[in-house]
């Protein structure tokens, strides 16, 4: 009789959810951002949907066939790795981007490292930064219904009014998975069925929120803030990627301290940072800090902590998060603060330096009256004409005796291919353009960044016309045709126009 | 009245329905009892009688072998088979008394007789409950005696009746409290005695509105006793969860329930005190539950202790279909039994029979942790069970036992009943207790 029945340790008995149930969950949690990115995307963003999920599971499923490992495609990790890689793509990207995005995703990221649960960063989020960094130029091309057009936060930066509605519903211009309001459901979703905890998605958002309040520059002026909260992938991050249980900590106040330290970064990266990819650069350095986290913070058993009555109202990890908290925001305003007067006065120096470079005949520069009265009269845009050009700032600049020698003109132009481009044009008395110089310009290396060399601006030097007028074609020898940069004729047509303006500007004051 | 919890814990299926409403019907057994002399913590009894030896019920058969121990009676009269080592529920040998019954159920002299409790100095009260050979009768089966005998009785604020019942599918507590609602308080006033500043609380999940009901009605007129319902949840039924409950204090390791000011006892205990005090009786009968989805008939049982459990399987009307695993005891905490011949003892409250192993299942669909932190939020102790999963498999027992608290385990499986993963990591954390300790020891 003996052996009759199984013998095991107990509890005999387990709950129905599986690793399969958890993924599934997160998978119907993405389902409405899915929809709304296609809805407004089109059949393209489907496409890359597909692709990338079908890549992601493809590649690890080949991983463990060659490897000779279990088969692990079915807790439909890979799945959820691939649909979140895909909604973090615009939608026009070449198809082998979502495809190689994957590869490296589930291969590089989560096979190599041991599989799941093993990997260090967040797999579709290293996937996202591996394809910004290799096709920088292609990752940044957002669109809505097929018309690129600068993401929300861009506009933002220069100072544009956003609209809200486009962001909640996701048809503003950016990834696929853009859509505020399916993300805060998904996000909801996930929290009610205990997929996520509250602890990363409050403490990321508040510390944002609160970093951009105090360094932002506009307060809490919902103008600013609400569009930097519910665009720019910050949702996304704070629902899906930060709280990616394999590379977070799994402790309650660790992930308090990782949702705060992931917010400081990404509020710095947003306000001092050059990319626009602030969130996901925050969410993977932060992974790398959640091992580390789990280290060192250990919540304390209930028996071991101190009774109710001795502490009161505010419990001890509370106090010391808000320390935490307040320590580093005065580390960092202190450090602003002292630096602030440098920062200004590096600020003049670089921009005379600057002025300088185009106008060396200048000894100093002054303002003129007639063109800060023009500059201020200036709409979105100095004339229609010369395209997005807008005059930043005019200066006289003028010899050691105080006479005038020429101008040197800072003009912007939003129609570059990235973000815009600023340069300034420095023209002499009698109408000459000396040189142009750029002071911005995030444009593709190998193609629009090609601006900034000499074969191009150079062809500016020394010549003095009404209007240039560009050559796409190239062989120019007219004095006022200028060759483009092959391949970037857009930056190429930005540049010749912000000169064009520039010369209009000044032509009313000379003599 | 206000339901209280604690923090953690699980909400596994409860099946109870298959027997909650069942009576607790007695079970005369046949053939041979059979009496372990280790049903409870401490040292073994040692057997008073010889083989042939006649025997009546309540007759003491073996003596407590100290203080820590517990004096065991036979529950029916026969005669004495043999004195051998016999296999327990738990698979292990141990020596036991077999006694043939007789069928007269002839009770020895003094046995079930009324006596006057109301002169009886405390010294007198625990001598008769030490007599009884009571012990802990939720599982534990800790001898009552030592765990009244408190150093500072002052110093004592609850005595708990432990009546929350929280694994899945025994339901013999609820119909005891249904059933015996006065006897219950009756023992728990003798038990009050002894501590002059205490409180006496039934504490009862709310999934037994009856029972509730019932021993709200029986504690009306007893200033001192009290009902405490509390949130359907397990591990409520263990001690650390009833004393946090009922104090907001949380025990650490090694500390006992009457360094919190308290002292749990299992309301069959408390029943069991009742009986010893007022009539005289020994520990010879308790509540027992049979259910699981294999049993045709699950029911509720008042059976002699020494009696097999085949013995209720048959009762149950057999088997409805052959059961992969039975468990001696509830699935949460209950230990799994290779057969049916082991005698029910002191402390065993349930047998449960599945047709289907969820273990095994479990073990086939184990995956990776995902770090995803639920063995966390289910940890009544709050315990990091992740960071001490990762600590126990790289044997970095020093993290395991002084920074994570991992001896502080106290084994209630709630991490490893909602791991989405599957990962065994209750018995992980058994073996690695058992290691540490191991190591301490050389």
């Known amino acids: ?511 | 009245m206000e339901i209280k919890t604690f923090h953690g814990g699980v909400h596994p299926a409860e099946h109870k329905e298959l027997s909650k409403e069942s009576p607790l019907t007695p079970l005369l057994p046949k053939g041979e009892l059979v009496y372990m002399t280790n049903q409870h913590i401490g040292k073994p009894a040692s057997p008073v009688v010889k083989k042939g030896d006649h025997v009546l019920a309540g007759q003491l058969i073996a003596e407590a072998g100290g203080f820590v121990s517990a004096n065991i009676v036979s529950s029916v009269s026969g005669t004495v088979k043999a004195v051998e080592p016999r296999k327990n529920a738990s698979g292990g040998s141990a020596m036991a008394i077999v006694v043939e019954n007789d069928g007269e159920y002839t009770l020895a002299e003094g046995v079930g007789v009324e006596s006057d409790t109301a002169n009886l100095s405390n010294q007198e009260l625990l001598a008769k409950i030490q007599k009884a050979g009571i012990v802990g009768m939720g599982g534990a089966g800790f001898p009552t005696h030592v765990k009244l005998t408190v150093k500072a009785p002052e110093k004592i604020d609850y005595v708990i009746a432990n009546g929350a019942e929280c694994e899945p599918y025994i339901t013999c507590d609820d119909q005891l409290m249904r059933t015996r609602s006065a006897e219950i308080v009756e023992g728990l006033e003798y038990m009050l005695r002894l501590f002059p500043n205490a409180r006496g609380v039934v504490v009862i999940e709310n999934n037994k509105p009856e029972a509730i009901a019932a021993m709200e009605k029986a504690c009306q007129g007893h200033d001192r006793v009290y009902v405490q319902p509390v949130l359907t949840k397990y591990p409520q039924g263990g001690e650390r969860s009833l004393i946090t409950v009922i104090t907001q204090k949380h025990l650490k390791l090694g500390m006992l329930p009457a360094d919190a000011g308290c002292v749990v006892d299992n309301v069959g205990t408390v029943y069991a005190i009742y009986r010893a005090v007022k009539f005289n009786e020994p520990l010879m009968e308790r509540g027992f539950t049979v259910s699981g989805d294999a049993v045709r008939n699950p029911g509720n049982f008042w059976v002699k202790i020494g009696t097999s459990h085949q013995e209720l399987v048959d009762a149950c009307g057999g088997f409805e279909q052959e059961p992969k695993k039975v468990l001696s005891g509830g699935p949460m905490m209950g230990f799994a039994m290779t057969g049916l011949e082991a005698p029910i003892c002191k402390n065993n409250n349930a047998l449960t029979c599945l047709t289907v192993d969820e273990v095994e299942i479990a073990e086939s669909e184990m995956t990776a942790c995902l770090r995803c932190g639920r063995c966390s939020r289910a940890c009544p102790l709050g315990l990091s069970p992740q960071l001490m999963q990762v600590a126990a498999i790289r044997k970095d027992y020093d993290r395991y036992e002084h920074k994570l608290y991992g001896l502080d385990c106290i084994g209630c499986g709630c991490c490893t009943y909602g791991c989405p993963a599957k990962r065994p990591l209750m018995q992980l954390f058994k073996t690695t207790k058992a290691e540490i300790m191991a190591m301490k020891k050389r």
């Open chain 1, 1 to 511: 009789m003996d052996n009759l029945y199984n013998i095991s340790s107990c509890p005999h008995v387990r709950s129905k959810l599986t690793t399969q149930v958890v993924m599934t969950d997160v998978l119907i949690a993405l389902l409405p951002t899915a929809i709304l990115g296609v809805l407004f995307h089109g059949f393209q963003a489907f496409l890359v949907i597909a692709l990338s999920m079908a890549s992601a599971v493809a590649t690890e499923y080949l991983f463990n066939v060659v490897t000779k490992r279990k088969q692990t495609i079915y807790d439909r990790s890979a799945m959820v790795t691939g649909l979140l890689l895909a909604l973090t793509l615009p939608a026009q990207v070449p198809l082998y981007l979502p495809v190689l995005g994957s590869v490296f995703a589930i291969l590089v990221v989560k096979c190599l490292f041991g599989g799941l649960g093993h990997n260090i960063m967040n797999p579709a989020l290293t996937g996202r930064s591996f394809l910004l960094i290799s096709f920088g130029s292609m990752m940044t091309v957002y669109s809505v219904d097929g018309v690129s057009a600068a993401t929300p936060l861009a506009l933002l930066a220069q100072g544009q009014t956003i609209e809200l509605l486009p962001i909640l519903l996701g048809n503003a211009s950016g990834v696929i998975g853009s859509s505020a309001l399916a993300l805060l459901l998904g996000g909801i979703y996930l929290l009610l069925r205990g997929g996520i905890t509250w602890e990363i998605p409050t403490s990321m958002i508040a510390t944002t929120w609160l970093f951009l309040v105090i360094f932002g520059g506009y307060g809490f002026d919902p103008a600013y803030i609400l569009p930097q909260l519910l665009g720019g992938g910050l949702l996304m991050a704070a629902f899906f990627m930060a709280t990616d249980p394999v590379s977070c900590p799994s402790t309650r106040d660790g992930q308090i301290v990782f949702g705060i330290f992931a917010g400081l970064l990404i509020g710095l990266f947003r306000v001092k940072g050059a990319s626009a990819d602030s969130t996901t650069y925050a969410i993977l350095l932060a992974d790398l800090f959640g091992p580390i986290i789990d280290d060192l913070i250990i919540p304390t058993p209930f028996g071991y902590r101190i009774p109710k009555e001795r502490k009161k109202a505010i419990p001890k990890p509370v106090i010391i998060l808000l320390v935490i908290t307040l320590i580093a925001g005065l580390a960092l305003s202190g450090v602003y603060v002292m630096t602030k007067d440098t920062i200004e006065e590096n600020k003049a120096a670089a921009n005379k330096a600057a002025l300088m470079q185009v106008l060396p005949e200048a000894a100093d520069f002054t303002t003129d009256a007639t063109l800060q009265a023009r500059l201020d009269d200036q709409g979105d845009s100095y004339n229609p004409s010369f395209g997005g050009a807008k005059i930043q700032s005019a200066a006289v600049g003028v010899d050691a005796s105080g006479n005038v020698v020429g101008y040197a003109v800072t003009v912007f132009n939003s129609d570059s291919y990235d973000s815009g481009l600023t340069l300034v044009v420095g023209i002499r008395a009698d109408g000459t353009v000396n040189s142009i110089s750029f002071t911005e310009l995030h444009e593709t290396a190998g193609m629009g960044m090609k601006c900034d060399e000499p074969a191009f601006k150079d062809q500016f030097n020394n010549v003095k016309v009404d209007k240039f007028i560009l050559n796409k074609a190239g062989g120019s020898t007219a004095d006022n045709e200028i060759d483009s940069v092959s391949g970037a004729s857009v930056t190429s047509g930005a540049v010749v126009n912000a000169v064009n303006a520039a010369l209009d500007f000044v032509s009313g004051v000379m003599g």
